[in-house]
């Protein structure tokens, strides 16, 4: 009993830190996933778009580049947070829609797994911000 009062406690000091883990985790995921298509995978990305039926097919596959690759950064430093959460949020919204939807729910068979979770993670941040040890909490400060 003594233990769980005391991890209580110890939790509850650092609570205004649990954001901090969420954004490193998807602020690395969008940088990695950005990079790829930035430094060598635009061709692709742009054929991929236009198989889907997209218009405009190299120009959305650089916008979704930049923004993976610029909105990660931002997360993991946690500048303009909520910001990026919403653009990265559409960029995985229609990844669920046009890519992973039909493909059921498990990653393992292309589906929506993984992608629901970069959604939760990124509504989440756009709800509580950035918080501690982060860009915008200086910000705020001044």
Not at 6 to 21: G, H, I, P, Q, W
Not at 65 to 78: D, S, T, W
Not at 89 to 102: C, E, R, T, Y
Request: proline letters at 1%.
């Amino acid at each position: 009993m003594f233990f769980i009062k005391y991890f209580d406690k110890c939790t509850e000091r650092y609570k205004d830190y649990a954001v901090l883990s969420l954004r490193v985790v998807l602020g690395i995921i969008f940088i990695y996933h950005g990079y790829q298509k930035l430094f060598g995978g635009l061709a692709g990305t742009g054929q991929f778009f236009a198989s889907l039926g997209i218009p405009l097919a190299s120009f959305f596959a650089v916008i979704v580049a930049l923004v993976e690759f610029f909105g990660g950064i931002a997360l993991l430093i946690g500048f303009l947070t909520r910001w990026a959460s919403v653009l990265l949020g559409i960029s995985m919204l229609v990844a669920f829609f046009l890519v992973h939807l039909k493909n059921g729910f498990l990653v393992s068979n292309g589906g929506v797994e993984f992608v629901l979770a970069l959604i939760a993670g990124l509504a989440t941040l756009k709800i509580l911000g950035a918080q501690k040890l982060s860009v915008d909490g200086l910000i705020a400060k001044h």
